[in-house]
């Protein structure tokens, strides 16, 4: 399982911004019901692309994140 690290907004008073880690199996937790839900309306319920790991990509796009290599 992969960890992906992003850049967040900094808390308010703060300037450096928050690292955030994340696992594949939280970016699903987390993005998969919202994600699912945006390709159902643009493509239509039985579109094959529609895959966890296709959500992974795009989590990891839309965020800017990097895999964390050990």
Not at 19 to 26: C, F, G, H, L, P
Not at 48 to 55: A, G, H, R, S
Request: proline fraction near 9%; aromatic fraction near 18%; include cysteine.
């Amino acid at each position: 399982m992969s960890i992906y690290k992003y850049f967040a907004p900094p808390d308010p008073g703060r300037y450096e911004p928050k690292i955030v880690y994340m696992t594949e199996q939280e970016i699903i937790y987390d993005y998969w019901d919202y994600w699912k839900n945006r390709m159902e309306d643009k493509y239509g319920k039985d579109y094959p692309d529609t895959t966890p790991d296709n959500c992974i990509k795009d989590w990891v796009l839309i965020h800017h994140a990097v895999e964390v290599k050990e």
